[in-house]
């Protein structure tokens, strides 16, 4: 079983920045590809950014990249998502994930664990 708790969310204003953090327990940290995903009000949770298990691979939505960035810190199992340039469509819930089955995931399927979730405002 892994337990994953995100922080950093919050609110900012356009144009400004945000990172996020997600710390995973009960696992082998290594071992997990780690994603964010993330669900605005009335909509679908979609794919943001993915990681691979040994940071080789890095994947993310067109939406986000160039201005989002994934990495991961094995000496504390942290998962971070430095948000740049953010604008008002990037507000949503976000959400961290991981999943031993795959060294990189990039579908909600293909993830078998989840955090509670941060929420991130950004205001025009």
């Known amino acids: 079983q892994v337990r994953l708790v995100e922080s950093g969310g919050g609110l900012v204003q356009a144009g400004g920045s945000l990172r996020l953090s997600c710390v995973a327990s009960g696992n082998t940290f290594s071992e997990l590809a780690m994603g964010w995903f993330r669900q605005a009000p009335g909509k679908e949770r979609v794919f943001v950014a993915a990681?691979?298990?040994?940071?080789?691979?890095?994947r993310y939505a067109d939406s986000v990249r160039g201005r989002f960035t994934i990495s991961r810190d094995h000496a504390v199992d942290t998962v971070y998502l430095q948000m740049n340039n953010l604008k008002s469509e990037d507000t949503a819930v976000y959400y961290c994930s991981a999943t031993r089955n795959y060294g990189l995931a990039y579908a909600r399927s293909m993830y078998d664990y989840w955090g509670q979730g941060t929420q991130v405002t950004v205001s025009s």
């Open positions: 990681i691979s298990w040994n940071d080789v691979a890095t």
